[in-house]
T-cell receptor, first 115, second 114 residues
Framework: AQSVAQPEDQVNVAEGNPLTVKCTYSVSGNPYLFWYVQYPNRGLQFLLKYITGDNLVKGSYGFEAEFNKSQTSFHLKKPSALVSDSALYFCAVRDRDTGFQKLVFGTGTRLLVSP | NAGVTQTPKFRVLKTGQSMTLLCAQDMNHEYMYWYRQDPGMGLRLIHYSVGEGTTAKGEVPDGYNVSRLKKQNFLLGLESAAPSQTSVYFC?????????????FGPGTRLTVT
């Protein structure tokens, strides 16, 4: 069975500082991994995805994520946080080796960037 | 492109009432999904569709029905609403059900059942 863990309910960071939002996953095969962002009263927006190859994935709005197979992690990062980055972030995983599997989401991490 | 749209945006129902949520997408996607979002639980898949005229159960299908009569539309019905169905409902679509294709989400419908 697939699962995703986002161990932090909330991450607080000052504007201009680097940010990391953590995600670990579990699949029986190899994963497709995704990050989505949700702003208040909005739907989820796709940020980036890991398919294969380079472990560092670059996405929208200056975000990037690092895939680490040995640690089964896919942490979201940004070198310099903006107040406008404050939102709810979801990590999601799908097993790419076993046909159709639903996209499994983590419980979300709220990012709060202070001025 | 409007992407994925949902109607209505908000709704309040009394226990036992019925309603239908409408999802429409203009990206010619084959696959469509209905999720519910509850605090601390992430998104949970209710039903999904792999093409016009086909639907399948997801993780939490009880109390809901769906229909996909047209490729661009995916309807979610509640026949007899219960307070446990108070949630935010999101529709999504994707090019394919397999592979690295991301899902595109609508803005959500906030449903309260009293």
């Amino acid at each position: 069975a697939q699962s995703v863990a986002q161990p932090e309910d909330q991450v607080n960071v000052a504007e201009g500082n680097p940010l990391t939002v953590k995600c670990t996953y579990s699949v029986s095969g190899n994963p497709y991994l995704f990050w989505y962002v949700q702003y208040p009263n909005r739907g989820l927006q796709f940020l980036l995805k890991y398919i294969t190859g380079d472990n560092l994935v670059k996405g929208s709005y200056g975000f990037e994520a690092e895939f680490n197979k040995s640690q089964t992690s896919f942490h979201l990062k940004k070198p310099s946080a903006l107040v406008s980055d404050s939102a709810l972030y979801f990590c999601a995983v799908r097993d790419r080796d076993t046909g159709f599997q639903k996209l499994v989401f983590g419980t979300g991490t709220r990012l709060l960037v202070s001025p | 492109n409007a992407g994925v749209t949902q109607t209505p945006k908000f709704r309040v129902l009394k226990t036992g009432q019925s309603m239908t949520l409408l999802c429409a997408q203009d990206m010619n996607h084959e696959y469509m999904y209905w999720y519910r979002q509850d605090p601390g639980m992430g998104l949970r898949l209710i039903h999904y569709s792999v093409g016009e005229g086909t639907t399948a159960k997801g993780e939490v299908p009880d109390g809901y029905n769906v229909s996909r009569l047209k490729k661009q539309n995916f309807l979610l019905g509640l026949e007899s609403a219960a307070p446990s169905q108070t949630s935010v409902y999101f529709c999504a679509s994707s090019y394919s059900k397999v592979g690295p294709y991301e899902q595109y989400f609508g803005p959500g419908t906030r449903l309260t059942v009293t």
